[in-house]
């Protein structure tokens, strides 16, 4: 039985690799992250473009008049469909 002793210079090479294998999952991720922009507007926005009152805006949304989603609490609308609605008068 051979017995391996683990020295202070192992566990900070250690230490080492472990952060650049974080750094390098964690800027794939962001990376990926940036590469997923949002097309959208929010809601602010589309009720300027389309003169409209918050209920009428979530009342289009539940009709399936326009697509939104929902990304961290704030839903972003779709960008054709607030085009579209413009176009048509709602």
Known sequence: MS?????????????KELLLDFTAI???YV???????????KT???????GCSF???VALRVSRKIRAKKIGGTI???KEDVKRLLEEGY
């Not at 990376?31 to 507007?41: C, H, P």
């Open 3 to 15: 017995v391996e002793i683990v020295t202070k210079e192992d566990l900070e090479a250690f230490r």
């Open 55 to 57: 209920n009428k805006l």
């Open 31 to 41: 990376k990926s992250e940036d590469s997923a922009t949002i097309e959208g507007y």
């Open 26 to 28: 964690l800027e794939k």
């Open 76 to 78: 972003y609308y779709n």
């Open 44 to 50: 602010a926005h589309v009720r300027k473009i389309l």
